[in-house]
């Protein structure tokens, strides 16, 4: 369903774009209008001040978090770089609270790993999101598991959010033939 992005929503999806922004460091989704925590980006001031997945964001600076909209429900967990995000949370049966300084995070959207299934050394790919870079990334666990000898990738794209088309067309030209539609767009093959 299309929607009107005013000047600092279209902002937010540009800079989110760049896989970096200023916040603290958290995917989020909407569940049953409560905004819970997917993952916390490793490094990142919320990782630091300990939020799990799964965490409920109830409150921000006092402000009730939640809805039908993310981005509308998450604009007052966002700030400036340097300000502090007064957070309650819930986890469980328990509620704590959170002070947690915004800072410029560069999520991390690509994650691999070597693994060992029987005997057979086997490449994992999770990619988070379609962000700026993807696609390089991707290109280049791949280089490194071939430089390691490995003949078999997972690619794991649970929980993954979208984001940028050019990007998950560079993807997929990491796994398929030169040449191979990977995406239709009005009568044109990319």
Do not use: K, W
Not at 50 to 69: E, N, Q, Y
Not at 86 to 93: A, D, I, K, P, S
Not at 144 to 149: N, V, W
Request: aromatic share 4%; hydrophobic share 40%; net charge negative.
């Amino acid at each position: 369903m299309p929607r009107y992005l005013d000047p600092a929503g279209l902002a937010r999806i540009q800079q989110a774009d760049d896989s970096r922004y200023a916040g603290i460091g958290i995917h989020a989704r909407l569940l049953d209008g409560a905004v819970v925590v997917d993952r916390v980006s490793p490094g990142s001031p919320a990782d630091v001040a300990g939020l799990r997945p799964d965490d409920r964001v109830l409150f921000a600076d006092g402000t009730p978090v939640g809805g039908s909209d993310l981005e509308v429900a998450l604009t007052p967990v966002r700030g400036p770089i340097d300000t502090v995000a007064h957070l309650t949370l819930q986890r469980g049966t328990t509620h704590f609270s959170a002070a947690i300084r915004r800072a410029e995070v560069a999520a991390q959207l690509v994650q691999h790993d070597l693994r060992v299934v029987r005997g057979t050394p086997i490449g994992y790919v999770q990619v988070l999101d379609f962000g700026a870079g993807v696609g390089e990334q991707v290109r280049q666990a791949v280089r490194d598991f071939d430089a390691r000898g490995v003949r078999e990738v997972v690619l794991d794209l649970r929980q993954n959010g979208g984001g940028l088309v050019r990007e998950a067309v560079a993807l997929a030209s990491t796994f398929v033939p030169v040449g191979t539609p990977v995406l239709t767009e009005s009568g044109q093959h990319f």
